[in-house]
């Protein structure tokens, strides 16, 4: 069994709307091979994990799992591997459940999809998993060099358990994220501990641990300084112990003889209970003592040992929200097991794990243990007397075993009081006070007790999980303090998808909102724009450019194009969306990735509507995306038609719904929003410049679900007005998509349209747009098309042009540099395209230069560009040598071995002029040809 391929979805996907992890596995001969088949496999793996038979599986009871893998056959090992996974992950401390496993369409190929907590983690165990299964199998058919009798599967699950303890969040941290959650705050991990966003955007806090964004640094200083969060308590009349300052073991059995015996010895600025001793009574203890303080600090305190118990008193916001009592790792005596035995039955508690694995962790026989031990004049081979407690821990931490018993309801109000006091002294938001009293539900005024300790980002695990008493909610009021009720945490945010159209409506989308004054983050096909600025530049339409725009703390508002690939490698970077629309689906991109057909391309676009909160937008003329209205939960469905008499949205107007609709009028095409019954004409299409009055269909298209997004989205309607008058599609607001260029004899027209939707739309426009000459393409497509796509490209531009030049990616995608030139030529010519109207020029700067350089005055060129940039630059630096515009010959192909670097070399550069306008500085050619904007920044 072989794992081919491995895909981590960080978002909804696929196949849930929560992160899970894709095997792509091989089982090779163990198809063959189900678990029942398997001589001792099924009893091997219940003895290796035996909390699998509580797995339901499709019996919905517990032990269904084992059902089906012993009756009719057994099931086949990538079903096994899924439930391993999970299990595993469960035993590490995750809450994870799902899981389904179905084949790929080879035969013997699944794909197991689990979910999981930590990524990480969920591969680790996903691995062990692998390795748990070839170990239980014969050597028939166990693959060479796999889970042979060096495998150890009880080391590597507890490897497995520190690793995830390492990744995995803790207790406090898990709580927090927890209680965010609960109130539907959204959060996003940003590294590989315990630092947490909480919020999107502008709206955002942060967490690391129980630290807030909030939490005052100053604060935090002074806590971890023992001695002066002693003084500043003892200056407020609190009640602390004495203390002293040392350095040497000398000073510090001086400074415990000066306070008097009992005494206790700990580090200055350590934490856990780590290197603290209590109530010693000699100078060689308090040496010993201070030797081990001294390695965690090189200030060592010693202070008067206040007997009692160690409380710990959580104060929030000003508020004390729970109090335990901590009790230390200890045993009890039986009078028959030794020391060692009674650690080891105590350590058989199932609540007992590695670290914070689980409510409690495991009391090790270390140091402290053995030096308490031979104070009881006991060894760990000795036999304690039925009763007695023997105590192995200094403190009541429960990362060192100790226990935890909640006592919220009993508190003194004078301690409560006392413990808000403190926490205010010291400046913090979140703080535990460590409270040394004999009873805590008697005033410490009466009966003593004092403040050891005032700790900054305190853990919660011994208050959501004590040991005895009730559990409390203490992550609740942490999110309450972040984000008082009522209080935003998320920034309104549009997903938009679809085959042709998602960068210009997601352009439009955002410049609708920073018209109307807002702080705009935007993800499109050539990077991330915060505020009309590029900060990032590439294909940036997956969920790492998303999280990169919620991230932002400038952000008021999200626009993410969220493209195929996207999707298919990693699903989305968030969890929800507000808006969500799909533009259309049509033939791309078929055969890569698992996706074959129209349908599936519609079933992957489909995420985007199916995790929209309010409104899910979608196109009424396509039936792919009209089908994607059983699948929303969004608050509304919003209809886009270019058909006023379509009967559907007709009903679902009629209903109240919301729709844009487009309808015939005196002066044209109007594009018309219904809303509740209201009826409201938005904008006649001609006025709006990116559809080249009203001609270029699809923009008019684009423009409508633009207009029906920012509508959604709660922006007034003469602000949505004013942002369709004002975008245009220069390339500098849209580059790639109908950049005009008519500073030549010739108009030029650049577009990325590369599948035969896009080609379809750019031939519609061309067959409208009054032309006195010939009309010419640059034509090609991406090598991984499938050939009836590429195909189809050329059948659709073939009765459109006359003339045609067909190129290659500089990225063939696998085919010969001519493969794909070719077979359009042979297209066309199947189409009835003159072989003296086709040239072939496979490297597309050089089929850019023929095309410009064979134009003559009148004529319209339209260029499929796929280096768009570069396109553009050529485009603008192009010299009419020939001088068309008095009618000269057209320059030969030759002058192509002359042009200047399209990326801009020196000789072109110097050919360049710059000026100053409005703070900005304009690049032109020197001819006055603007070509490029930079900012001053």
């Given at each position: ?143 060479k060099g796999a889970g042979g009798a060096g495998f150890n599967f009880v080391e590597q699950k ?756 710059r000026r100053k306008r409005s703070g900005e500085t304009v690049i032109e050619d020197q001819r ?10």
């Amino acid at each position: 069994m072989k794992i081919l391929e491995r895909r981590i979805y960080r978002g909804p996907n696929l196949y849930a709307h929560f992160p899970v992890i894709r095997l792509k596995v091989d089982l090779g001969v163990l198809e063959e091979w189900p678990s029942a088949k398997i001589p001792g496999f099924v009893d091997g793996l219940l003895e290796a994990i035996p909390t699998l038979e509580q797995h339901t599986c499709s019996y919905d009871s517990a032990g269904g799992f084992i059902r089906r893998l012993r009756e009719d056959g057994g099931t086949w090992l990538g079903h096994v591997l899924e439930h391993v996974a999970i299990e595993l992950q469960v035993l590490a401390g995750a809450s994870v459940s799902f899981g389904k496993t179905r084949g790929t369409g080879v035969e013997g190929e699944y794909y197991v999809v689990y979910e999981y907590d930590e990524e990480q983690v969920g591969e680790a165990a996903g691995e062990l998993a692998l390795d748990l299964l070839h170990s239980l199998l014969p050597d028939n058919v166990r693959p060479k060099g796999a889970g042979g009798a060096g495998f150890n599967f009880v080391e590597q699950k507890e490897e497995l358990i520190s690793y995830a303890q390492r990744r995995q969040f803790g207790p406090s941290t898990a709580a927090l994220v927890r209680a965010a959650e609960d109130r539907d705050i959204p959060w996003l991990r940003l590294n590989n501990y315990s630092l947490v966003q909480l919020g999107h955007g502008r709206y955002q806090k942060r967490i690391q641990a129980t630290i807030t964004s909030e939490t005052r640094f100053i604060g935090v200083e002074i806590a971890s300084d023992k001695e002066l969060t002693n003084q500043i308590l003892g200056d407020l009349g609190l009640p602390v112990p004495r203390q002293r300052l040392v350095r040497s073991p000398t000073k510090a059995v001086q400074a415990a003889e000066r306070l008097g015996y009992p005494v206790v010895v700990k580090p200055l600025d350590a934490n856990h209970g780590r290197g603290v001793s209590i109530g010693l009574e000699s100078r060689e203890a308090v040496e010993v003592a201070f030797a081990k303080a001294v390695e965690h600090s090189r200030t060592v305190i010693i202070e008067t040992y206040i007997p009692g118990f160690d409380h710990r008193i959580l104060v929030i916001g000003g508020e004390l929200v729970a109090v335990a009592k901590r009790v230390p790792g200890h045993i009890i005596g039986d009078g028959e097991h030794s020391v060692a035995e009674l650690i080891d039955l105590v350590n058989a508690d199932p609540r007992r794990g590695i670290g914070h694995e689980k409510v409690l962790t495991r009391i090790d026989l270390d140091h402290q243990a053995l030096r308490l031990l031979e104070l009881s004049g006991y060894t760990p081979d000795s036999i304690v007397p039925p009763g007695e407690i023997l105590y192995l821990r200094s403190t009541g931490n429960l990362s060192t075993g100790g226990t935890a018993i909640d006592q919220t309801d009993v508190i003194h109000p004078d301690n409560r009081e006392m413990a808000i006091r403190a926490a205010s002294a010291i400046g913090l938001d979140v703080a535990g006070v460590d409270f040394i009293s004999p009873d805590i539900s008697r005033s410490f005024a009466e009966i003593g007790g004092a403040i050891c300790e005032v700790n900054a980002a305190p853990g919660f695990r011994m208050h959501v999980a004590p040991t005895e008493g009730t559990p409390r909610d203490v992550a609740g009021p942490v999110m309450d303090m972040l984000f008082p009720p009522g209080s935003p945490t998320r920034i309104p945010i549009a997903a938009i998808t679809g085959t042709n159209g998602k960068t210009t409506v997601s352009r439009m989308v955002a410049h609708i909102h920073k018209m109307s004054g807002a702080t705009v983050g935007l993800s499109s096909t050539d990077g991330v724009y915060i505020d009309g600025e590029r900060t990032v530049a590439g294909d940036m339409t997956g969920p790492g450019a998303a999280r990169m725009v919620l991230r932002d703390p400038r952000v008021d508002l999200a626009v993410l194009e969220t493209a195929r690939g996207g999707l298919l490698r990693a699903g989305m970077g968030y969890r929800s969306c507000d808006v969500g629309a799909v533009l259309n689906v049509a033939a791309d991109h078929l055969g890569l990735g698992g996706i074959d057909t129209v349908e599936g391309l519609a079933e992957l676009k489909r995420i985007v509507v199916e995790v929209a909160r309010d409104c899910a937008v979608l196109n009424a003329d396509d039936e792919l995306c009209l089908r994607m209205a059983d699948y929303t939960e969004a608050a509304r469905i919003g209809y886009v038609t270019m058909n006023p008499k379509h009967d559907l949205v007709r009903k679902h107007i009629r209903a109240g719904g919301l729709a844009a609709v487009l309808e015939e009028g005196i002066n044209g095409d109007m594009i018309t929003i219904y809303d509740h019954g209201t009826h409201i004409p938005l904008l006649w299409t001609h006025l709006i410049p990116a559809t080249m009055e009203g001609k270029a269909g699809h923009n008019v298209n684009n423009a409508m679900f633009a207009a029906l997004i920012a509508y959604a989205m709660e922006v007034k309607v003469e602000n949505i007005r004013q942002g369709l008058r004002t975008f245009d599609t220069t390339y500098f607001q849209a580059p790639g998509r109908l950049n005009v260029f008519d500073e030549l004899p010739f108009k030029v027209i650049l577009d990325y349209g590369h599948n035969p939707a896009a080609v379809q739309a750019m031939t519609n426009l061309v067959r409208k747009l009054d032309v006195s000459g010939r009309r010419s393409v640059v034509l090609s497509a991406p090598g991984d098309r499938r050939d009836e796509d590429i195909r189809e490209i050329a059948r659709i531009a073939a009765p459109g042009f006359s003339r045609f030049v067909v190129r290659a990616d500089d990225n063939t995608r696998g085919r010969a540099s001519d493969e794909v030139p070719n077979m359009l030529r042979d297209e066309l010519l199947a189409n009835g395209v003159p072989r003296e109207a086709i040239a072939v020029v496979t490297d597309e700067q050089q089929a850019v230069e023929r095309a410009l350089s064979v134009s003559e005055p009148g004529d319209l060129l339209l260029i499929f560009g796929d280096k768009i940039s570069r396109c553009w630059k050529q485009i603008c630096r192009f010299r009419d040598d020939g001088g068309h515009g008095q009618g000269s010959a057209p320059a030969a192909l030759s002058t192509v071995g002359s042009l200047a670097n399209p990326e801009g070399d020196a000789e072109s550069s110097r050919s360049e002029r710059r000026r100053k306008r409005s703070g900005e500085t304009v690049i032109e050619d020197q001819r006055g040809v603007r070509i490029a904007r930079e900012s001053d920044d």
